[in-house]
């Protein structure tokens, strides 16, 4: 019997706007750490250890990386699937 993966305790949602942003800031001799912006708010994304590299800190980035992906194409198809190719904002 496979363990079943936990549910969030609790959800935090930040929107998307004008001033977001996001950067990848990569240091030579500790771990990168992902910023995300949104207006006052920044969340740090940062692996376990600051100078040791696990196999799961490899297969969330990269599952990071995928999601991310597929994130940026569904926000793409709803910007230009629509006829007009204003996406949803534009109807």
């Known amino acids: ?42 969340v740090l994304v940062t692996i376990s250890a600051n100078d040791h590299v696990t196999l799961d800190d490899v297969e969330f980035a990269r599952s990071l990386a995928r999601e991310a992906a597929l994130f940026a194409g569904a926000v793409e198809s709803m910007f230009h699937g629509l006829p007009n190719g204003l996406g949803v904002a534009g109807r």
């Not at 998307?16 to 006052?40: E, T």
Request: proline content about 10%.
């Open 1 to 42: 019997m496979g363990r079943r993966k936990a549910r969030p305790a609790s959800t935090i949602n930040l929107k998307v706007g004008r001033g977001a942003d996001v950067r990848n800031h990569p240091y030579p001799q500790q771990s990168p750490v992902l910023g995300l912006v949104f207006g006052g708010t920044q």
